[in-house]
C-alpha cells in the first residue's frame, strides 16, 4: 500500500476544469434515443467516401485559400514553429525543462500552448505572438478538459453509463463555453479508446468496452464541444485520443505495448475515432502505446494509411505527452534526430513537449529526409484548426468574462441529472421484510454516513476541494433530513485507518437506522498512471465494511471508483450496492435524491463487471472458443474430463459479476420474446445497402414488448444485440446493435422496435474489407449483454 500511497505525491490531472445553458436543459431525460440504423457503423469508412470538411466544421473553402496565403509567407523555422507545442503551466508529465517561451513564441518557434489556465498569462503569451512574431500567427492554447471545464461532471465512464449521448453532447456544450471564456480553445478530448480490462485506469476517462456504444459516445463529445461552428467563440477544437489501441495495453499497465491484429483493431479499436472524424473533430491525438512493435507515434499504417488515405482527414493530429522522445526507450530510434524523423514521416503532425521538432524538424527537411511539401502539409493542418476556430480574428481572451462563464445553475442541474442517470444500482436485494431498502423511506430516520469518499469523491486535481458549489453526501443529505438526523463516521482513510477508527463507525452504525457506506478509490487512483493489480477495496475499507455488516444494520454501499472493483464478499453479504463512480460536481444532492427515490436509477454498466482480477481482459464482445463449457456448471471446480477440458477457470467461473449492459432499478422490467423481419436476408441485398451507410433503409426491423412489472415508474435501457455464425472469421458471441431509452410507467408495455441498415450486418472478412456474409443471424432485445430471448435469421447467399 506504500507503493500507492507514493502514487498520491503526484498532481491528479485537471481531469476537469470548465455554462451558458437555457434551463430546460436540467431536464434532459427524454424520450427514447434511437441509435440503432441511425448510428454510423464507423467502420464502414473504405466504402463511405468522406467529405473535405473532415476537419472540425471546419469546412470553409475559403479557409483554404488563406491557409495558402499564410503558408506561402512562411519560413522554414516559422513552419516548424507551427508544430511545436509547450506544457506552460502545471505538468502533467515529465518535462523538457523549457522556460524561454516568451522568446520562442516572438521567434515563431511556439505553434502550441497547454496547461496554461488563467486568461491573463493566455493574453500575455498570445500579445507576443501576435505583436512580436513576424506573421502574428496566434497560439492555440490547449489543455485535458475532460469532464467539465470547472463545473465538474461524472467522469466519461459515468457519463457513458447513462447511454445517453445527449447528455454527453450537453455536458460537452458547457465544458466548452467555460474553457472558452477562460481562452482554452482545444480540449484533448474525448479520449475514444475501448477498454476491455479494469486494471487499466484509463478506463475510467472512456466510454468503456463496446464500439458501437464508444463510436455514439465519441461523435458526442464532438459535437458538443465543437458546437454548431467551430469558430463561435464558446467553441473549442476537439482532439479524439489515443490513436490507437491504448486501452489494450498488456496487463492493463498504462503506456504497456499492445499487440492487436488488423481485424481487431478495424472491428473495436478504430470504429470510436472514425465516428469522431464523421462528427468533424478537428485534431487526433497519436497514442504511447506500441502496435504490433511499432510505436502508435512512428506508426505509417494507422496515421497514414487508415487516417489520411482510407478516411480522408484533413485536420492535426499531435503527439501525446513527449510520445516523439519515447521512440528512443521503445527501441526505435537511437537518438532525437531519429525519433523526430520517424514520427514526422510516420504522420504525427505536433510535437507535444518532447522538443525534438524544434530542434530537428529544419534540417531533417534540409537534408532532403523529409520534404518541404510534407512539412508544408503538417503546417497545413495546424493552420486549419487556429483559423477554423476563428483565432486570427479573435486571438485574446476577455478577461472579465471567464469567471461569469462558470458554475450557471443550469450547468450545475446538467451536472446532478448526468450524475444521477450515471448511477449504476447492482444489486438491491429484499430484506426479511420482503422490502428492497432502497428507495429510503422519506420519514426522518437516523443516518450515519460512514467512509472516505463521502466528502470529496471527486474533485478535480486542479481545483481546491471545496471550490464551486459543490454540496457533499453528508450536507445534502443533512439538508434533506435535518442535521440531527445524520451523523459522519470516517472509518477509515483510503489507504489507511486505526481500529479506533473502525470501532467508531460501528458504534455510530449501532445508533443508526441505516449506514450509508461510502467506499472505493480515491479520484486519482484511476485516470492515467493508476493501472492496479489488485481490484478490492484499497486499505482497510474491506476490513471496515465487514464490521459494519456485522452489526446487522441495514447497509447502502455506495462505490466510488473509475472502474468496476472486484468485491465478492461484498455482493454476497451487502444487499444494496450503487456503483456512483466519481459523479462530479453535484454528487451529494444526486446521490440524496437516488438514495430518496426521487429519481429511479437507470444507469447500465459499459463495461463487463468481473469477479476477480484473474479473468482480466473480461468483456462481453468477446469470440467463442472451440471447448465452450454448455450446460457444465462452472461455479463448481471440474470433477470429470468432461467438466475439466473446458475453456474454463479451475477456480474461478466464467461469468462476470455482472455483464456489459447490466444495471437495476427501484422497479422491475419484463421482456417479451423477441421478433425479426425478415427472416431471410441477401448478401446481395445487403452489399448494395452499405454504401449508403447510416442513411441507407432499413433491412431488418426488430421488436420486443417491454413490461414495468414493478409500482414506480422507471426508464429502462433496452439493448439490441445480433450475432453472426458461420462467417469467414469468427464473430463475437453477442455485438451491440442498437439501445433505446424508454419511459414505462407501471404496468405498462411498451413495444420497443428497432431498425437495422445493411451496415449492422456487415463484418471486416478474412481479407480485411467490410462486407456482408452469408451467416445465421440471431438478434436478441434484452436488457443487459448475457440475457433476453434470441431471435434467428438467415443471411443468404
Ligand atoms: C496523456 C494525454 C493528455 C496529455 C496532456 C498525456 O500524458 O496521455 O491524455 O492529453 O498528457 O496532458
Request: net charge neutral; with cysteine; proline share 7%.
Amino acid at each position: 500500500m506504500s507503493y500507492l500511497r507514493s502514487l498520491r505525491r503526484f498532481p491528479a490531472k485537471s481531469r476537469s476544469l470548465f455554462p451558458k445553458l437555457i434551463p430546460s436543459l436540467a431536464r434532459l431525460i427524454p424520450t427514447a434515443l434511437l441509435f440503432s440504423g441511425l448510428c454510423l457503423l464507423t467502420s464502414l469508412a473504405p466504402l463511405a467516401q468522406v467529405s473535405s470538411s473532415h476537419a472540425g466544421g471546419i469546412a470553409d473553402k475559403g479557409l483554404d485559400t488563406r491557409v495558402e496565403s499564410i503558408l506561402h509567407r512562411m519560413t522554414l523555422e516559422e513552419k516548424v514553429g507551427q508544430l511545436v507545442q509547450y506544457s506552460a503551466g502545471q505538468p502533467t508529465g515529465p518535462g523538457t525543462g523549457r522556460t524561454d517561451y516568451d522568446d520562442m513564441i516572438a521567434r515563431g518557434e511556439i505553434g502550441s500552448l497547454f496547461n496554461v489556465i488563467d486568461p491573463k498569462e493566455i493574453n500575455k503569451y498570445q500579445k507576443i505572438a501576435m505583436e512580436k512574431s513576424r506573421l502574428h500567427i496566434p497560439i492555440l492554447f490547449g489543455l485535458d478538459v475532460i469532464h467539465g471545464f470547472k463545473t465538474e461532471f461524472p467522469i466519461p465512464l459515468g457519463l457513458a453509463s447513462t447511454w445517453d449521448p445527449s447528455i454527453i453532447e450537453k455536458a460537452s456544450r458547457v465544458a466548452a463555453t467555460e474553457a472558452a471564456a477562460d481562452g482554452i480553445r482545444w480540449t484533448f478530448s474525448p479520449m475514444v479508446d475501448i477498454a476491455r480490462d479494469a486494471r487499466w485506469g484509463r478506463m475510467a476517462e472512456g466510454a468503456g468496452e463496446d464500439p458501437f456504444l464508444g463510436s455514439a459516445m465519441a461523435a458526442a463529445y464532438v459535437r458538443g464541444y465543437q458546437g454548431s461552428r467551430l469558430d463561435a467563440p464558446d467553441s473549442i477544437a476537439a482532439c479524439a485520443k489515443h490513436y490507437v489501441g491504448y486501452g489494450a495495453v498488456e496487463g492493463g499497465r498504462d503506456y504497456n505495448s499492445t499487440e492487436i491484429s488488423e481485424h481487431t483493431l478495424r472491428q473495436f479499436y478504430l470504429p470510436p475515432f472514425h465516428a469522431a472524424l464523421e462528427a468533424g473533430t478537428a485534431s487526433l491525438m497519436s497514442a504511447f502505446n506500441s502496435l504490433n512493435g511499432i510505436p502508435s507515434s512512428a506508426n505509417p499504417f494507422t496515421l497514414k494509411q487508415i487516417l489520411r488515405k482510407e478516411w480522408g482527414f484533413r485536420g492535426l493530429v499531435v503527439s501525446d505527452w513527449n510520445s516523439v522522445g519515447e521512440l528512443i526507450p521503445h527501441g526505435i530510434a537511437n537518438d532525437g534526430a531519429t525519433a523526430a524523423r520517424k514520427a514526422f514521416l510516420a504522420g504525427v503532425d505536433m510535437d507535444m513537449v518532447s522538443s525534438l521538432y524544434h530542434d530537428n524538424l529544419q534540417q531533417i527537411v534540409k537534408s532532403g529526409q523529409a520534404t518541404e511539401a510534407e512539412l508544408d502539409e503538417a503546417v497545413r493542418h495546424a493552420l486549419r484548426v487556429k483559423l477554423g476556430l476563428g483565432l486570427f480574428e479573435h486571438p485574446y481572451v476577455d478577461e472579465g468574462a471567464a469567471a461569469k462563464a462558470l458554475y450557471h445553475p443550469e450547468s450545475i442541474a446538467l451536472a446532478q441529472t448526468a450524475a444521477e442517470r450515471s448511477f449504476v444500482l447492482l444489486k438491491n436485494a429484499n430484506g426479511p421484510d420482503g422490502k428492497a431498502l432502497l428507495p429510503l423511506a422519506s420519514g426522518s430516520q437516523n443516518v450515519a454516513v460512514i467512509g472516505p469518499l463521502a466528502d470529496d469523491s471527486s474533485y478535480p486535481g486542479g481545483a481546491p476541494p471545496g471550490s464551486g458549489p459543490r454540496v457533499s453526501l453528508p450536507v445534502a443529505l443533512a439538508q434533506r433530513l435535518g442535521e440531527s438526523h445524520v451523523s459522519r463516521f470516517q472509518g477509515a482513510g483510503i489507504l489507511d485507518g486505526s481500529d479506533n477508527d473502525i470501532a467508531e463507525a460501528v458504534a455510530g452504525a449501532q445508533k443508526a437506522d441505516v449506514a450509508i457506506l461510502t467506499l472505493g478509490e480515491a479520484p486519482d487512483m484511476s485516470g492515467e498512471a493508476a493501472s492496479r493489480a489488485h481490484l478490492g477495496l484499497p486499505g482497510r475499507q474491506q476490513e471496515l465494511l465487514e464490521a459494519i455488516v456485522r452489526t446487522g444494520k441495514p447497509v447502502v454501499l455506495i462505490l466510488f471508483s473509475g472502474r468496476p472493483l472486484t468485491l465478492p464478499w461484498a455482493f454476497e453479504h451487502v444487499p444494496t450496492v450503487l456503483a456512483a463512480w466519481l459523479p462530479g460536481i453535484a454528487a451529494g444532492p444526486a446521490l440524496v435524491r437516488t438514495l430518496f427515490g426521487d429519481v429511479n436509477p437507470s444507469g447500465k454498466l459499459v463495461v463487463t463487471w468481473p469477479r476477480a482480477v484473474g479473468q482480466e481482459p473480461l468483456y462481453y464482445n468477446s469470440l467463442g472458443t472451440g471447448r465452450p463449457p454448455g450446460d457444465i456448471d462452472l461455479t463448481r471446480p471440474p470433477s470429470d474430463v468432461a467438466s475439466r477440458y473446458l475453456s474454463r477457470y479451475i477456480d474461478e467461473q466464467n461469468t462476470p459479476q455482472f455483464p456489459f449492459g447490466y444495471g437495476g432499478s427501484y422497479t422491475s422490467f419484463k421482456y417479451g420474446p423477441t421478433t425479426v423481419s425478415p427472416q431471410r436476408l441477401s448478401v446481395a441485398t445487403l452489399n448494395q445497402g452499405l454504401s449508403a451507410g447510416a442513411k441507407g433503409t432499413p433491412a431488418v426491423t426488430a421488436e420486443a414488448d417491454v413490461t414495468n412489472t414493478g409500482s414506480r415508474p422507471g426508464e429502462e435501457v433496452v439493448q439490441l444485440y445480433i450475432r453472426l455464425q458461420g462467417t469467414s472469421v469468427a464473430e463475437p458471441v453477442r455485438m451491440l446493435k442498437g439501445f433505446q431509452t424508454v419511459a414505462i410507467a407501471p404496468g405498462e408495455t411498451r413495444r420497443v422496435k428497432f431498425e437495422l441498415k445493411p451496415e449492422a450486418f456487415a463484418i471486416w472478412n478474412d481479407h480485411n474489407q467490410i462486407l456482408t456474409e452469408a451467416a445465421k443471424l440471431t438478434v436478441w432485445i434484452s436488457p443487459d449483454s448475457a440475457r433476453g430471448s434470441p431471435a434467428q435469421a438467415e443471411i443468404q447467399p
